[in-house]
């Protein structure tokens, strides 16, 4: 008798491949080295942040509001097509609180998207 020849089925091959690969990460997990990081906060703690930052933002507006130096600025329109302003006390707090928590979360994201036009 010849020696036959034996082919195998690409698609077969892949799907074998496949199911092993499959098992072998069911049975030792995967790779650690694929997961991300991430650095884990306590609810706690993030409230007592929140709580802390607010308050500062609150006495800059009030501090603001004490000397009567408002500077407002056109924030935008309402969806009714109404003038939107910010004063600087609202600018000052919304400083404290974002760079207060860039501060003490710096792997956190913190977003925001502010665009002013002079009144």
Known sequence: MAPANIKINPLGGAIFISCVLLL???IFGFPTMFS???E??????LLSASIVLARRGGA???AIRR???LDTQKKGETKEGANEYVS????QSH????YGFKKLYPKMSVS????????
Do not use: A, H, P
């Not at 925001?112 to 009144?119: A, D, G, P, T």
């Open 24 to 26: 072998f990460f069911y």
């Open 36 to 38: 991300i990081d991430e």
């Open 40 to 45: 884990r906060v306590s609810m706690k703690e």
């Open 60 to 62: 800059k507006v009030l």
């Open 67 to 69: 000397d009567d130096t």
């Open 88 to 91: 600087r006390g609202d600018m």
């Open 95 to 98: 400083d404290q609180i974002y």
């Open 112 to 119: 925001c998207l502010l665009v002013l036009e002079k009144v």
